[in-house]
């Protein structure tokens, strides 16, 4: 009697561990029809000077696509809402600085697509969200002007329309003000790039656990 419950146990775990394995499966290669994407795009800005204390940078549109593959192929400048301002914490001084950047920042960037399966999820606005990981700034002066430059680069998580996963990527920003016999110039560039890492999937033990309970249950009342 002990043998038979062993043994029926036994096969229902091995069961159990298929349905997981065949579930976790099925998740990644949802996640693997999102193709990884790269994105870069510039614009004008508003930039505060060298040394004012936290500067804060303001995009203010987008005015050109430099490049764009995988789910992102084919946008344009009308599909991309301008990015987000955001001050960093500190002052520059000399010709380098270490800035403090906004920890997290959502709703950095919104992008419309219209990949459909396999290369993307369909027409839909992806979210994209940073957190920030670096901050610096550059100052240098040459004859009749100077150039202020600020860089901060981090993590983005984009958010996927049409119920596909979240996935991972990261972000750079950078931003030049130059100043040339009395004249103002102020621009950024914005890199991103989506890798085919999910956000916050249910790891294979814990969905093993669930079931195991659940099997063995369901068992006992069978034998009862």
Same mark, same amino acid.
């Given at each position: 009697? $002990?043998?038979?419950?062993?043994? &029926? ?8 561990? %298929? ?8 998740? =990644? ?17 508003? $930039? ?25 192929? %084919? ?17 520059? !001084? ?14 950095? $960037? ?5 990949? =459909? ?14 957190? !920030? ?12 002007? !100077? ?35 009395? &004249?103002?110039? &102020? ?22 656990? $669930? ?12 034998? !009862?």
């Amino acid at each position: 009697m $002990i043998t038979n419950i062993s043994r &029926q146990l036994t096969t229902g775990a091995l069961a159990i561990a %298929g349905t997981v394995a065949a579930l976790s499966f099925a998740g =990644a290669a949802q996640a693997a029809t999102i193709l990884s994407g790269t994105l870069a795009l510039t614009g004008t800005a508003q $930039i505060d000077s060298w040394g004012t204390p936290n500067p804060m940078l303001k995009p203010l549109n987008v005015t050109a696509i430099n490049g764009a593959t995988g789910q992102f192929t %084919g946008v344009t400048t009308s599909n991309v809402t301008t990015p987000a301002s955001f001050a960093l914490i500190g002052t520059g !001084s000399g010709m380098m600085s270490m800035f403090t950047a906004p920890s997290s920042l959502a709703n950095f $960037i919104q992008i419309t697509v219209n990949q =459909a399966y396999p290369i993307g999820p369909g027409p839909g606005i992806v979210i994209g969200n940073i957190t !920030s990981t670096m901050a610096y700034g550059t100052f240098m002066t040459g004859i009749g002007g !100077s150039t202020t430059t600020y860089m901060v680069t981090g993590d983005m998580t984009f958010d996927e329309p049409n119920g596909y996963p979240d996935l991972f990527g990261t972000f750079s920003i950078g931003f030049t003000r130059s100043v040339t016999g009395g &004249q103002v110039s &102020q621009s950024y560039n914005l890199s991103l790039q989506k890798s085919g890492l999910t956000v916050n999937v249910p790891e294979p033990s814990a969905i093993l656990g $669930i079931f195991a309970v659940a099997g063995v249950g369901f068992f006992l009342r069978r034998k !009862s």
